[in-house]
């Protein structure tokens, strides 16, 4: 595991500014995204020179790809899914908090603060351990992998995080709904499903995306219980290479995937907000 | 008006009749024991500086707001009764508010159609005959596919009153619903208003309005901390008021 580490070596400024200025004409996209793409652009720039037996850096990246992007879109199956379980089950904790029944009302706002004030790994591990490795089904055996674990272990944050986005929401839409649907006999779950959550979507969605942005990013996590994604085919590429100068390029070329999935997520959002903000 | 044929046998003909209803939020008394009947097709208008309860009055006979003491009767249903079936009560009394209160993310249409549909459980097409009847009623035809969003403030507040009369009410509360709007859209709701009225249904409004009041109530109170202070046809309650109370109202707000 820690193979890589004990020799990095330090960057040479020269190779580097060389590198930069190489590529600076071609700059066109978003500051961030150059920068990353800079990062491993300096290092192919730096030894395709003195490589000498060894292929590129850039040409090894290439080869690479389809193995580091099968990794990446674990990264993206886990977070989807844990989007997709914590967001149907944080939407009944949400709508929960607002149960005019204490009985009801008091746990879900526990269950609520108490993951979402919890490490992510320490809930990931605690998903990881706590679910069985499969089930028994009428006899049958249903195994549970450990990815589908881990987007449990990520979906319980999520679930929080969304019970809270839901119960704000509910609650800055105005009373007056409220009593006219009252007032027109409505009763209160009717009022809550029909009048106020489809109100209250487009105030959750900005915020429901710039989460999902995270769970994608927090989803390496997943890799420290030992379920592969993007991190871990990073890892095996640079162990199966053994070549120190592959080190910063790679996990630069990671960051840029990452970058490249989060980044519009992020655009839109904002997008979103500003488009939405003062629609009611 | 068709005041002097329903001012005779009220009592026994009230639709609305309240005794002796108190309310308090906190310390704060804001009913204080209020008595009145309205008969079938009365026109009856609430006056009274801010904060006398008169809003409080309208939510407490549609079972919006519940009462300490006193009773409450509306078409037969007692509202104060511990029994009380809230939903047939406020399928009898329609109330309109001051903030119109539309569903922002429905059309017009389809405000207006929403209760009938889910909460009378109502044949769709017929509903829909219905509030399109309505919105022509409340003079928004062509208007209606627009979203509340999209309409004035006196239109917004027409299909309010569009979408109240869809569950045919045999009652109507009208709380200072010309309060919030811009003073060339007021004429249009009252216009609304007056022509309910003169379709024979039972009004009860709060209102600043005081020419209106004036001139479209059989009976006007006048309201001052959680008390009527005195109630007549709107000529004496106007001309000749006789506390001094209602004097010093009536000469602040003509």
Same mark, same amino acid.
């Given at each position: 595991m820690s193979r890589p580490f004990a020799v990095l070596l330090p960057f040479r400024p020269g190779d580097g500014l060389a590198g930069i200025a190489g590529h600076r004409a071609d700059r066109r996209a978003a500051a961030g995204l150059a920068l990353a793409a800079g990062l491993i652009l300096v290092h192919a720039a730096a030894h395709a020179a003195t490589a000498g037996a060894k292929p590129a850096v850039l040409e090894t990246l290439w080869r690479w790809t389809p193995f580091l992007l099968g990794g990446f879109v674990w990264n993206i199956v886990i977070s989807a899914l844990a989007m997709a379980v914590g967001t149907a089950l944080g939407f009944l904790l949400g709508i929960a908090q607002i149960s005019q029944v204490r009985a009801v009302r008091a746990p879900s706002w526990f269950a609520t603060q108490l993951l979402r004030n919890a490490p992510w790994l320490v809930l990931l591990f605690y998903c990881m351990y706590l679910l069985p490795f499969q089930l028994h089904v009428f006899g049958t055996r249903i195994g549970i992998p450990d990815w589908l674990k881990a987007a449990f272990g990520f979906a319980l944050p999520v679930m929080a995080y969304v019970s809270e986005i839901v119960r704000g929401a509910i609650r800055s839409i105005p009373a007056g709904q409220w009593e006219s649907a009252e007032a027109l006999s409505f009763t209160r779950s009717q009022t809550i499903w029909m009048i106020v959550i489809p109100q209250c979507l487009k105030r959750m969605l900005p915020a429901w995306m710039n989460l999902y942005a995270i769970v994608t990013m927090a989803s390496v996590l997943a890799n420290v219980v030992g379920v592969s994604e993007g991190l871990t085919a990073a890892r095996e590429m640079l162990a199966a290479e053994?070549?120190?100068?592959?080190l910063l390029p790679v996990y630069a070329y990671v960051l840029l995937w990452f970058f490249a999935y989060c980044y519009p997520i992020a655009r839109a959002t904002v997008f979103l907000e500003r488009r939405w903000a003062v629609a009611h | 008006m068709a005041a002097g044929g329903t001012m005779s046998g009220i009592s026994g003909d009230a639709v609305v009749s309240l005794r002796d209803v108190h309310k308090s939020f906190g310390a704060t008394e804001v009913l204080g024991g209020i008595s009145m009947d309205v008969g079938r097709g009365d026109v009856v208008c609430i006056i009274g !500086? =801010?904060?006398?309860g008169k809003s409080t009055l309208l939510r407490c006979i549609n079972a919006l707001v519940p009462v300490d003491r006193g009773e409450i009767v509306v078409a037969g249903m007692t509202?104060?009764?511990?029994? *009380?079936?809230k939903l047939a009560l406020r399928r009898k009394v329609g109330i309109v508010f001051?903030?119109?209160? *539309?569903?922002?993310?429905?059309?017009a249409l389809q405000n207006v159609m929403m209760a009938p549909i889910?909460? *009378?459980?109502?044949?769709r097409r017929e509903v829909e005959e219905l509030a399109r009847q309505l919105m022509r009623k409340v003079r928004?035809?062509?208007?209606?596919?627009?979203?509340?969003?999209?309409?004035?403030g006196g239109q917004q507040q027409r299909v309010a009153i569009a979408r109240s009369l869809a569950m045919k009410p045999e009652v109507m509360m009208f709380d200072?619903?010309?309060?919030? *709007?811009d003073p060339e859209t007021v004429k249009e709701v009252l216009t609304t208003i007056r022509e309910l009225a003169e379709d024979g249904m039972t009004c009860m409004l709060v209102t600043h309005e005081m020419g209106f009041a004036r001139e479209i109530a059989d009976r006007v109170y006048f309201t001052d901390r959680g008390v009527i202070v005195e109630h007549g046809p709107p000529k004496e309650l106007f001309? =000749? !008021?006789?506390d001094p109370r209602t004097r010093e109202f009536l000469e602040h707000v003509l």
């Open positions: 053994q070549r120190v100068e592959l | !500086p =801010s904060g006398s509202v104060t009764s511990p029994t *009380l079936d001051q903030q119109y209160n *539309l569903f922002p993310h429905k059309t889910h909460v *009378l459980k109502r044949d928004l035809s062509g208007k209606e596919a627009c979203y509340p969003g999209e309409l004035s200072e619903v010309t309060a919030a *709007l001309g =000749s !008021p006789r």
